[in-house]
């Protein structure tokens, strides 16, 4: 079978290639490098050892995705592409709404016109907004979202849900992620955002280099354990493999289906500072400083749908995810 992922040389697109391949598919990638570089494409054949076609193109144009359903047979689409950036989003709504909406509905266009009735969607634990409660199973109420990029996720699974109302051909699987960390064991492919990091994994291991000074915690007068703010850490590896299993269930189903892909495990930022101090034999400095605006305390996630549906559970913990975060970011800077 040939998968065509969008955003496939991005930090969770990469990692669901490295399995698409590892477990027999073929695979196309579109990525126009907004958020990824072309490097990773030598990266995900070095650790498989297997070849792909790639398009550096933008997945809104039309022509290129006419180009590729014609030289390509597409069994199914993994859409990754996307701006995920909760502050840019806030700075920047058009550029996010024209981005990722249109991106989307040019896609399912295409696939529709090319008799490709399969897509993976790539959405987000931001569509539940402040959850009300925990663990958040996907019965939860969503679209209370606080942010342009999570209210493109929530409408963008609202567009997906029309669509296989009018079309029953049309399958869907929407997975929310929560908070995807870690890397690739290889350490050749993970998390690399240009620029100063907005999520807290990211800016961890660049404390421990010393490329950064200092960890500043946003706030630690939450109501969580240790009073900083708790979240459901997931392995980029883990995510990856539960696309495949939605891509299985989504080859013998019709309809639409949502899944939460977390672990079910909340970890606040001090465990995080505390467990990879402790694997990575090195410091990481923080302070205290006032809470980040539209934070939440806590975010976890009932996973057990995607075990019953799905036959898919997280198995990587907090320790694999720390030490394959840094080794990665040694291996980037040639420690
Ligand atoms: C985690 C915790 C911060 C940075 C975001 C997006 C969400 C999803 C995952 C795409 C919070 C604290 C962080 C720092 C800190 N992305 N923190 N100092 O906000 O849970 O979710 O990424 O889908 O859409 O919203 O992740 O890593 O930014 O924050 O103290 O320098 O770490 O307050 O408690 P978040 P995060």
């Keep these: 079978m040939k998968i065509l992922v969008t955003g496939g040389l991005g930090f969770i697109g990469s990692h669901a290639v490295v399995e698409l391949l590892d477990n027999g598919y073929e695979v196309v990638v579109i990525d126009n490098l907004y958020n990824s570089n072309i490097d990773v494409v030598d990266s995900i054949k070095k650790i498989t050892g297997k070849d792909f076609s790639f398009y550096q193109n933008d997945v809104c ?21 996307g701006y995920k950036a909760v502050g840019e989003s806030v700075k920047k709504p058009i550029l996010y709404y024209e981005n990722n909406l249109v991106s989307t509905l040019h896609l399912c266009k295409k696939m529709i016109e090319h008799n490709c009735f399969k897509l993976i969607f790539s959405s987000s634990a931001t569509v539940y907004g402040e959850a009300k409660i925990l663990p958040i199973t996907e019965e939860c109420e969503v679209g209370g979202t606080t942010n342009p990029y999570g209210t493109t996720k929530w409408m963008i699974e609202q567009i997906l849900k029309d669509i296989t109302i009018s079309n029953p051909n049309f399958t869907v699987m929407v997975l929310r992620y929560f908070n995807p960390i870690g890397a690739h064991k290889s350490g050749l492919i993970g998390e690399r955002p240009n620029g100063i990091p907005n999520n807290l994994m990211p800016y961890i291991v660049r404390v421990a280099t010393g490329e950064l000074e200092m960890l500043s915690i946003f706030g630690d007068d939450y109501d969580t354990p240790d009073g900083t703010g708790v979240r459901d850490y997931i392995h980029v590896v883990d995510l990856a493999k539960g696309h495949l299993k939605a891509l299985e269930k989504a080859i013998s ?8 892909l977390g672990t079910g495990t909340g970890y606040s930022v001090l465990d995080l500072v505390h467990n990879f101090e402790k694997v990575n034999h090195v410091k990481v400095p923080y302070k205290i400083v006032e809470r980040r605006p539209g934070d939440i305390a806590s975010c976890y996630a009932d996973p057990s749908k995607a075990y019953k549906e799905l036959g898919w559970r997280a198995e990587l913990g907090i320790e694999d995810m720390m030490r394959d975060s840094y080794n990665f970011i040694l291996k980037q800077k040639d420690y």
Excluded: C, P, R
């Excluded at 189903?253 to 939460?260: A, H, R, V």
């Design 253 to 260: 189903s019709q309809g639409i289906y949502y899944y939460n």
């Design 61 to 81: 144009d039309l022509g290129v995705l006419e180009k590729i359903f014609n030289e390509h047979t597409i069994d199914a689409v993994m859409h990754f592409a």
